[in-house]
């Protein structure tokens, strides 16, 4: 069942003025030659989170399962994920190590989690501001979304971890 699934590429990236500042995630999803382009903006978040965000909200924008193969120029992100940290986190209660300090983005992370229980993703990291073209489109998208006028507030980084609400 899982060679049926449709193929889709996904790229994001995440931006911040400051960091913690304004923020914002540009994505592209790309099925054949259809092109999906989405990006917002918080007005007080975290480079990490807008990185983390972007494939969120690429994966929420698939209606059915799929095998995607996702990039992201996030070391974190990627690293997260290829290298099981998240998992390891989220069985320690979020925590880094045990006793350790809290792992950072829980409500990101939990959010993101299920995705990858729907969806059959490979996370692979590219350089960014190199020469892949769709990367570099998604750094614009986060760019000016994170300039946008009147930008709403980050609730997780606001709340220190409470869940994000759906947004989009």
Request: contains cysteine; charged residues 20%.
């Amino acid at each position: 069942m899982q060679q049926d699934l449709p193929k889709v590429e996904i790229y994001t990236d995440g931006a911040c003025t400051g960091n913690p500042g304004p923020g914002g995630y540009g994505v592209i999803l790309k099925y054949g030659d259809n092109i999906k382009e989405l990006s917002g903006g918080f007005a007080r978040t975290t480079n990490n989170r807008m990185e983390i965000l972007a494939a969120i909200i690429g994966l929420e924008a698939l209606r059915r399962p799929c095998q995607v193969t996702l990039y992201s120029d996030s070391r974190y992100l990627v690293d997260a994920i290829n290298q099981r940290w998240v998992y390891r986190w989220r069985s320690l209660g979020w925590r880094k190590s045990k006793n350790g300090e809290p792992a950072k983005n829980p409500d990101l992370w939990q959010r993101l989690l299920p995705l990858l229980e729907k969806h059959r993703v490979t996370f692979v990291w590219v350089k960014g501001h190199a020469d892949n073209p769709y990367n570099n489109r998604c750094d614009q998208l986060a760019v000016q979304a994170a300039a946008g006028p009147d930008l709403p507030p980050d609730p997780g980084y606001q709340a220190g971890g409470t869940p994000v609400s759906m947004l989009f």
